[in-house]
């Protein structure tokens, strides 16, 4: 196990982050405790690539973290998790797929995040705006582990899937990582507070700027 458990980047972490991503305390403190060591490069690409398979920790924690120790390395680990993600991302679409309706019954066994309520819902989603769902998922709070494994059973294109993803995963990640790379420490409280809401907004605006340009396109 890695020394100095409660290390000076894990606390500076605020863990009133457990309550706006809605993970369970001792995975992301266990996450947090390999941001220091020599297995944090590791760690963050296991993270990125399990989360949307089966690992309800966002991988933001690994980012965040070793982007704090090491600010000016903060853009690599962004692109190096988004690529991870994706692939994760992806290998959860091709496996739901395969698995086909057995992907409710996965999701609606697990009980710890409340995802099989979601699970419905998602899949209609996918159905009839399946860009959105995707680019809502990859660069939002919203699960990006459902959503992975639901494209699948929706029958989503994968290179679509892959194309999209790699774009808002991107700009989700490469951003906190962009972020520390400018500021340093002084990012940490920006993410802390405000990044979830801000990307609900961009959002947001995108889909208020696809509306209008469909609107004005068939005026």
């Keep these: ?27 992301y403190n266990w996450f947090l405790k ?3 060591t020599k297995y944090g490069m590791t760690v963050l690409v296991l993270l990125a690539f399990f989360e949307p398979i089966c690992v309800p ?12 120790a090491k600010p000016k390395q903060g853009i690599k680990y962004g692109l190096i998790c988004s690529f991870f993600s994706v692939l994760g991302g992806t290998t959860a679409l091709l496996a739901g797929l395969l698995i086909g309706d057995g992907v409710i019954g996965f999701f609606s066994s697990i009980e710890f995040m409340h995802i099989g309520e979601k699970t419905q819902k998602a899949l209609e989603l996918y159905e009839e705006y399946d860009f959105w769902a995707i680019s809502i998922s990859a660069l939002t709070p919203v699960p990006y582990m459902i959503f ?4 699948g059973l929706a029958k989503v294109s994968v290179v679509k899937f892959v194309l999209i993803s790699l ?6 990640f490469g951003t906190e990582g962009l972020l520390f ?6 990012a940490r409280d920006f993410i802390e507070k405000h990044f979830n809401t ?17 609107f004005s396109g068939g005026a």
């Design 198 to 214: 801000a990307t609900i907004v961009v959002m947001v605006l995108l889909a208020g700027l696809a509306f209008l340009l469909k």
């Design 181 to 186: 790379y400018l500021f340093g420490e002084k």
């Design 148 to 151: 992975s494994w639901l494209g």
């Design 167 to 172: 774009v808002f995963r991107t700009l989700r």
């Design 57 to 68: 920790v966002p991988a933001d924690v690994m980012v965040l973290g070793m982007s704090l």
């Design 34 to 36: 390999w941001v220091e």
């Design 1 to 27: 196990m890695a020394e100095n458990a409660e290390s000076s980047v894990a606390e500076g972490l605020s863990k009133k982050n457990i309550k706006s991503w809605e993970i369970h305390k001792k995975l």
